[in-house]
């Protein structure tokens, strides 16, 4: 595994690799890798002949007060996983390489960007299209793999995609869980025991919301003040949101039988997480 820190290094490793046939598969990471990033890594693995990777904490997608600066980051265990996982090239830029002083243009997906978490985490949306539109333009993936349990960022980045003509075809993995049910994150890193513990409570209410939802209830509201019970049920957890959205354009919705995204996101003392599952149409929609 050839590991390369800058940009235009790495596009003519990229258009190299290329050459030599079949696609080119890219997954996009901020390291700390855990279980959930090894399935993207494989899955990338099963599904291209060749496969790259970047590790880069993007300061783009952190807000002011966020956890940049403590972001869990493990250079030299990362890389020995990304090369167990078969990664041909991993990008490795520092800051002034993705960032150079100057630079000024921003990618946004209008509309998308501020739902769910970025009404919470304004800019952060922002900060993920712009890095991965960038990685997009240096590595020039066939197809390009994130993680289910960011399911906001994998439909803006379908439509960002799509309005930019991006030739990619965005894989999304499903969620990787311990086996208590809380869904493997690289924040998962900053919970005390006690914290560890109250933190199942996000796939908790998930679950009431879907044993609702497969019982025959159908109203949102009534998902949504299911899920919020069970949520501030919780000491030491304080909801951010739990909302029903249209998985594609993440508008809220009234009713989930065309299917639904039920998303929550909670701080679980000073540390927020996020969680979600998808409801199936019902057969009678509506
Ligand atoms: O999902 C992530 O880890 C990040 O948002 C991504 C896609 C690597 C962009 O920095």
Not at 112 to 137: A, Y
């Amino acid at each position: 595994m050839r590991v390369i820190t800058s940009a235009e290094e790495m596009r003519s490793a990229c258009r190299a690799l290329r050459g030599q046939g079949g696609g080119l598969g890219l997954v996009p990471t901020m390291g700390a890798l855990h279980e959930g990033h090894l399935s993207l890594l494989r899955a990338a693995r099963a599904r291209c002949p060749a496969v790259a990777a970047s590790l880069f904490v993007n300061p783009l997608q952190f807000g002011p007060g966020e956890d940049l600066a403590r972001y869990p980051r493990d250079f030299e265990g990362d890389r020995r996983k990304f090369q167990a996982e078969g990664v041909e090239l991993l990008f490795a830029p520092p800051v002034e390489e993705m960032y150079p002083a100057g630079s000024r243009t921003l990618v946004a997906v209008e509309g998308m960007s501020e739902r769910l978490c970025g009404r919470s985490r304004p800019g952060h949306f922002r900060g993920v299209t712009t890095v991965v539109s960038k990685l997009f333009h240096i590595v020039e993936p066939g197809l390009a793999f994130f993680g289910q349990k960011d399911a906001a960022q994998a439909a803006i980045l379908r439509r960002m995609a799509r309005d930019l003509n991006f030739p990619v075809e965005i894989v999304v993995c499903p969620i990787v869980r311990e086996p208590d049910g809380l869904a493997m994150s690289s924040r998962n890193a900053y919970l005390g025991p006690a914290e560890r513990r109250s933190a199942t409570v996000l796939y908790r209410a998930l679950r009431r919301v879907q044993e609702l939802a497969q019982g025959g209830e159908r109203s949102a509201a009534a998902l949504v003040a299911a899920g919020r019970e069970v949520v501030t049920a919780e000491a030491g957890v304080r909801l951010d949101y739990l909302e029903v959205v249209d998985p594609d354009t993440l508008e809220p919705l009234a009713q989930t039988g065309r299917g639904a995204l039920v998303a929550v996101a909670a701080f679980v003392g000073a540390t927020r997480l996020i969680d979600n599952i998808v409801l199936p149409p019902s057969p009678a929609g509506g």
